[in-house]
């Protein structure tokens, strides 16, 4: 079974500049999550998407984060104008949710490594 | 604020000798404790979950305990190898509205480094 893949895999850009990842989830999983990895923490919820609709995006900085799903599938985010604290490991993650209660496991992709200059 | 606390915050260990990491939690009503590992430039990979009805869970030479009483959870890795130098990530789930399932908590996890 593939995993969840992302890219790209790292990606260095100035401040004030664009940039945008993508990530395609397991086959099948309907929940996909984006997380933000800083240096040395845990990672923190982004953005949480049931099929094509967003869950949560309470922690997503909407002023300069935007992320879309628009089939259900594949998913982008994107982060425009970027700061120096954007900096940070931007793991995405997909979960089905399993019958009779069992508690659902998210599968992590291998994340996309950002600096900003 | 629901929280979880890992420590130590980094260790090293010698190949083949056994390590215990700690996990506290506040989380409250509980509903599953996970614990992953996330090798350097990898996404964390789920080891074990538990339920509150389970106070241990092993996967190879991975045992979890959990102890709902005093909110606390442990990690034993048994005869350690230099593949297991990661960081191990305590994992606990906020209750969401209405009964439902909240998001993840994630702790800030410990550094664990095996040396030959």
């Known amino acids: 079974e593939a995993g969840v893949a992302q890219s790209p895999r790292y990606k260095i850009i100035e401040k004030r500049q664009s940039v945008a990842f993508w990530c395609n989830p397991i086959?099948?999983?309907?929940?996909l999550y984006w997380y933000q990895q800083i240096l040395g923490q845990g990672p923190k919820l982004l953005i949480q998407f049931q099929n094509n609709g967003v869950v949560d995006d309470s922690q997503l900085p909407k002023d300069r984060f935007s992320a879309e799903r628009l089939k259900g599938v594949d998913s982008t985010l994107k982060i425009q104008p970027a700061k120096l604290e954007d900096s940070a490991v931007y793991l995405c993650a997909s979960s089905f949710r399993a019958p009779g209660g069992t508690p659902e496991t998210q599968y992590f992709g291998p994340g996309t490594r950002l600096l900003v200059l | 604020k629901n929280q979880v606390e890992q420590s130590p915050q980094s260790l090293i260990i010698l190949e083949g000798k056994n390590c215990t990491l700690q996990c506290n939690y506040t989380v409250s009503p509980f509903s599953n404790l996970r614990w992953y590992k996330q090798d350097t430039g990898r996404g964390p990979v789920s080891l074990t979950i538990m339920t509150f009805s389970e106070n241990t869970k092993s996967n190879g030479r991975y045992t979890a305990t959990l102890d709902a009483d005093t909110k606390q959870s442990s990690l034993h890795i048994t005869a350690s190898q230099l593949s297991d130098s990661a960081s191990y990530i305590c994992v606990t789930r906020n209750p969401g509205p209405g009964g439902s399932q909240g998001n993840l908590i994630f702790g800030k996890g410990t550094k664990l480094s095996v040396k030959p």
């Open positions: 086959s099948g999983h309907a929940t």
